[in-house]
């Protein structure tokens, strides 16, 4: 078959469906629908300078053949976290300079209908999000953060889309879990309530103003708990399926934030029928939800059924005239992340984390002790399994050294606080020994084997809250239950600790804001009071330090420290050498 006849045959049964429309039989409308793509626009892996399966240029071609079959009856969302992650965010966001912003330009391209506001969103500050929120030619929604000054949604908190006479509402929420992560600066003015307060009020208001057809739940937040009713101001950090259940009037819930893939149905308080889906991150596969409806010759419209599926994007080639369009701003990243900074005399591996001390994590260390003069750093491995090479560093091993935007903070924590931040920490990390054949990690279910390429996916608890301390010497006792393990010797230079005394601590923006619970759950500080105990806020953020402290570095040739160790030894050895065959086979 020719191109022209393809053409021509694409035409007709464009044509065919139009009329189905009219004459009142059966309307189809398919929403796509992307979450936490990270600043995945390309299909390159700027960190590891490695093609990707995923990227909004796969998706663009994705939506070309959608678009060529279905013509306007095609609805794009994006479900929040769209501009951290890769390079590209970073240097978009940060560095660039130009006057419609980057990823305004790449949405209103591919002709997106309305996006939810993610958590990651919100971190990049006032300016990069108040910016979007008037360069998007499509509403930008978030009904549950409130401008305090007015009490009403900063962003939109939902949008109608008409196609065929059919009138789609989309809520957008985002869980409202951001002030426990991020600084105050980045939300100033801003109040984010309850998911499900915010989905009842603007519910109603949509069936009495409205009159949609059907009602579409575009919420940041994973699917969270199945539990009971438990009143309307609970604050629940993935609350999808609590939102879908005890709100009546969804037909479609929309997932993300916990980067999770689902295609599941459920019945709400009333019994009617819940489409919960969501497809993988970094553009890598896409929720697609096929809605029928019937209209009637009087005008009326009915949903008949809804059909839910995850599109894989690695089917799909790069768009051509997307990556054309768009060349200019993919060679600016290039040239950033290959920025050299400094020479590095030996391999750096976070897998090397987990076990003890490291040159990876006492790295991060080193440099928030020296930024801010503190007395003790906690901090994690943020990258599972990432390898910093000897030779030259460039600016991209700065994302795997460290991949988020957080901002550093020097707090004040008592002695007997700091101890108890560190058993809660090693409670998330260690398994309870009961000899040398147990595991020392603590796993999900190490008799499972490996579950998924999603690396933290057998560790019980994610491996970036596993904080370590520097600045203090310490043990770590494994045969003790959480709460009993940690035992402070002294400080650095052989100096008494006191658990009475207040100390200078160099803690990420993340931890520091109540990220991981460590700060609240574990040293007790209620979360209100936080902000009491913060000394000094970095000014930008602390990757961007880290790679202004490298380039006046020659060269740099980071050890491992020496400070703690975890008990009893000939255990922990045996262990060790398992569990690492066990987490990186």
């Not at 054309?324 to 600016?332: I, N």
């Not at 391999?347 to 990876?360: E, K, V």
């Not at 009475?500 to 500080?525: D, Q």
């Given at each position: 078959m020719?191109?022209?006849?393809k053409?021509?045959?694409l035409?007709?049964?464009f044509?065919a469906?139009?009329?189905t429309y009219?004459i009142?039989?059966?309307?189809?409308?398919?929403l796509?629908?992307?979450a936490d793509?990270?600043a995945t626009?390309f299909?390159?892996?700027f960190?590891?300078?490695?093609?990707l399966?995923?990227?909004?240029?796969?998706?663009?071609?994705?939506?070309n053949e959608?678009?060529?079959l279905?013509?306007?009856?095609?609805?794009?969302?994006?479900?929040?976290d769209?501009?951290?992650?890769?390079?590209?965010?970073?240097y978009?966001?940060?560095?660039?300079d130009?006057?419609?912003q980057?990823?305004a330009?790449?949405?209103?391209?591919?002709g997106f209908?309305a996006?939810?506001?993610?958590?990651?969103d919100?971190?990049?500050?006032w300016?990069?999000?108040?910016?979007l929120?008037?360069q998007?030619?499509f509403?930008w929604l978030?009904?549950n953060i409130?401008?305090?000054?007015?009490g009403?949604?900063?962003?939109?908190?939902?949008?109608i889309?008409?196609?065929?006479g059919?009138?789609?509402?989309?809520i957008?929420?985002?869980?409202?879990?951001?002030?426990n992560?991020?600084?105050?600066?980045?939300?100033?003015?801003?109040?984010?309530t309850?998911m499900?307060?915010?989905a009842s009020?603007?519910m109603?208001?949509?069936?009495e103003?409205?009159?949609p057809d059907?009602v579409?739940g575009?919420?940041?937040?994973?699917?969270g708990?199945?539990?009971?009713?438990a009143?309307?101001?609970?604050?629940?950090e993935?609350?999808?399926?609590y939102?879908?259940k005890?709100?009546?009037?969804f037909?479609?819930?929309?997932?993300?934030?916990d980067h999770r893939?689902?295609?599941?149905?459920?019945?709400?308080?009333?019994g009617?029928?819940v489409?919960?889906i969501?497809?993988?991150?970094?553009?890598?596969s896409?929720?697609?939800?096929?809605?029928?409806?019937?209209?009637?010759?009087?005008g009326?419209?009915?949903?008949?059924?809804?059909?839910?599926?995850?599109?894989?994007?690695a089917?799909y080639m790069p768009?051509p005239?997307?990556?054309?369009e768009?060349?200019p701003e993919m060679?600016a990243v290039r040239e950033f992340?290959?920025?050299?900074l400094?020479?590095?005399?030996n391999?750096?591996?976070?897998r090397?984390s987990?076990?003890?001390?490291s040159?990876?994590?006492?790295?991060?260390?080193q440099i928030?002790?020296?930024l801010?003069?503190?007395?003790?750093?906690?901090?994690?491995?943020?990258?599972?399994?990432?390898?910093?090479n000897?030779?030259?560093l460039?600016?991209?091993?700065?994302?795997n050294?460290?991949?988020?935007?957080n901002?550093?903070?020097?707090m004040?924590?008592?002695?007997?606080?700091i101890?108890?931040?560190?058993?809660?920490?090693?409670?998330?990390?260690?398994?309870?020994?009961?000899g040398?054949?147990?595991?020392?990690?603590?796993?999900?279910d190490?008799?499972a084997?490996?579950q998924?390429?999603y690396e933290?996916?057998?560790?019980?608890?994610?491996?970036?809250n596993?904080?370590?301390?520097s600045?203090?010497?310490?043990?770590?006792d494994?045969?003790?239950?959480p709460?009993?393990?940690?035992?402070?010797?002294s400080?650095?230079d052989?100096?008494?600790?006191?658990?009475?005394r207040?100390?200078?601590?160099?803690?990420?923006?993340?931890?520091?804001?109540g990220?991981?619970g460590?700060?609240?759950e574990?040293?007790?500080?209620e979360?209100?009071?936080?902000e009491t105990?913060?000394?000094w806020v970095s000014?930008n953020?602390?990757?961007?330090?880290?790679?202004?402290?490298l380039q006046?570095?020659r060269s740099?040739e980071?050890?491992?420290?020496n400070?703690w160790?975890?008990?009893?030894?000939?255990?922990?050895?045996?262990a060790?050498?398992?569990?690492?065959?066990?987490?990186?086979?």
């Amino acid at each position: 078959m020719t191109k022209l006849l393809k053409v021509r045959l694409l035409a007709f049964l464009f044509l065919a469906v139009t009329f189905t429309y009219a004459i009142g039989q059966e309307v189809k409308i398919k929403l796509v629908t992307l979450a936490d793509v990270h600043a995945t626009i390309f299909p390159h892996d700027f960190v590891n300078d490695r093609p990707l399966d995923g990227s909004l240029a796969r998706v663009q071609s994705f939506m070309n053949e959608q678009r060529a079959l279905l013509g306007e009856n095609v609805v794009l969302l994006d479900n929040g976290d769209l501009l951290q992650g890769q390079p590209t965010g970073y240097y978009f966001n940060y560095i660039a300079d130009d006057e419609e912003q980057f990823f305004a330009r790449v949405l209103n391209y591919m002709g997106f209908d309305a996006a939810s506001v993610g958590n990651h969103d919100i971190e990049t500050g006032w300016e990069v999000y108040n910016t979007l929120k008037h360069q998007f030619d499509f509403p930008w929604l978030g009904a549950n953060i409130l401008h305090i000054r007015t009490g009403k949604p900063f962003f939109e908190p939902y949008t109608i889309i008409e196609r065929s006479g059919v009138r789609i509402a989309v809520i957008g929420l985002v869980t409202p879990s951001v002030p426990n992560w991020l600084p105050r600066k980045l939300w100033e003015g801003l109040e984010f309530t309850s998911m499900y307060s915010a989905a009842s009020y603007w519910m109603n208001h949509i069936r009495e103003n409205e009159n949609p057809d059907v009602v579409i739940g575009l919420f940041h937040s994973g699917a969270g708990p199945v539990i009971e009713y438990a009143g309307d101001d609970i604050y629940l950090e993935n609350a999808s399926h609590y939102v879908g259940k005890y709100v009546p009037g969804f037909d479609v819930i929309l997932t993300a934030h916990d980067h999770r893939v689902r295609n599941i149905t459920f019945n709400n308080s009333t019994g009617d029928e819940v489409l919960m889906i969501a497809g993988q991150s970094f553009g890598r596969s896409a929720a697609v939800v096929d809605l029928y409806f019937e209209k009637s010759e009087e005008g009326g419209v009915k949903l008949l059924r809804k059909e839910g599926e995850i599109v894989e994007m690695a089917q799909y080639m790069p768009c051509p005239d997307f990556m054309a369009e768009f060349a200019p701003e993919m060679r600016a990243v290039r040239e950033f992340v290959n920025q050299p900074l400094t020479r590095l005399q030996n391999d750096l591996h976070s897998r090397d984390s987990y076990w003890g001390n490291s040159a990876f994590t006492d790295f991060i260390h080193q440099i928030q002790l020296e930024l801010t003069g503190a007395d003790i750093s906690f901090a994690a491995p943020l990258s599972f399994n990432a390898t910093l090479n000897a030779g030259t560093l460039y600016m991209r091993d700065m994302f795997n050294l460290y991949p988020f935007e957080n901002y550093l903070y020097r707090m004040d924590l008592s002695g007997k606080e700091i101890k108890d931040f560190l058993e809660f920490s090693y409670g998330l990390w260690f398994n309870t020994m009961e000899g040398p054949d147990d595991h020392l990690l603590l796993f999900r279910d190490a008799a499972a084997g490996r579950q998924s390429v999603y690396e933290s996916i057998r560790l019980a608890n994610a491996f970036y809250n596993f904080d370590s301390a520097s600045g203090i010497n310490y043990t770590v006792d494994v045969s003790k239950k959480p709460g009993e393990r940690i035992t402070i010797k002294s400080m650095a230079d052989g100096s008494p600790f006191d658990p009475e005394r207040l100390y200078s601590v160099a803690i990420n923006s993340y931890r520091g804001s109540g990220g991981g619970g460590h700060i609240t759950e574990g040293a007790g500080i209620e979360h209100n009071l936080l902000e009491t105990r913060i000394r000094w806020v970095s000014e930008n953020d602390l990757r961007s330090h880290i790679a202004n402290y490298l380039q006046r570095q020659r060269s740099i040739e980071p050890k491992p420290g020496n400070n703690w160790q975890i008990i009893p030894e000939d255990w922990v050895k045996e262990a060790a050498e398992k569990d690492r065959e066990l987490l990186f086979h």
